[in-house]
């Protein structure tokens, strides 16, 4: 008798230090955005393109605007490292110049789960606003994987309603938020 109760014992104690553990969400890491643009202008002759990154925050207002003139054909890259934000700033960035670019951003997280400690991502800018966007590999698994993004109204004339389909590798929608 005394065996088995100390296996049960043994047992729920291993299933006790278990469910905390698995109930807990990922360390998401620390994360850094960098935007690399690209002047599409393929005369080299021509003068280089002034570059504006306007640094928007989670209020909407203007935090930092950073400059930087890239010549044609030739890539100018704006990294969270000196951008002058600080650590833990969060917001988005407006992309201007009087040229035409291609961009596309980066973002690196350190200090995660994965076995190198590093995941990561990529997207495309674009130079206008969206009432449509399909975000590939969008996750949701509750407790154990789930995927972050953020959206920014660009529109002046009121309040975005957003509507969330998670559908499958079949093409069927499993829920909608």
């Known amino acids: 008798m005394k065996k088995k109760m100390s296996l049960i014992l043994a047992v729920v104690m291993a299933f ?43 209020s909407g207002g203007v935090e930092k605007t950073v400059f930087a003139s890239v010549a044609p054909l030739a890539a100018g890259e704006f990294s969270a490292e000196t951008s002058g934000l600080g650590d833990g700033w969060i917001g988005s960035a407006v992309v201007s110049s009087e040229k035409e670019l291609a961009a596309v951003v980066n973002v690196l997280w350190t200090n995660v789960s994965a076995l190198d400690h590093t995941t990561g991502g990529s997207y495309a800018g674009y130079d206008t606003g969206s009432t449509e966007a399909f975000v590939p590999y969008l996750v949701y698994n509750p407790n154990s994987q789930f995927s972050r993004f953020s959206v920014q109204n660009v529109d002046t004339g009121g309040a975005a309603n957003i509507t969330i389909k998670y559908i499958n590798r079949d093409g069927t929608n499993d829920f909608t938020i």
């Open 16 to 58: 006790s230090f278990v469910l905390p553990v698995l109930a807990a969400d990922p360390n998401p890491g620390t994360g850094n955005t960098d935007i690399i643009v690209q002047n599409a202008d393929t005369n080299t002759a021509n003068p280089a393109a002034t570059v504006n990154v306007d640094y928007i925050n989670q």
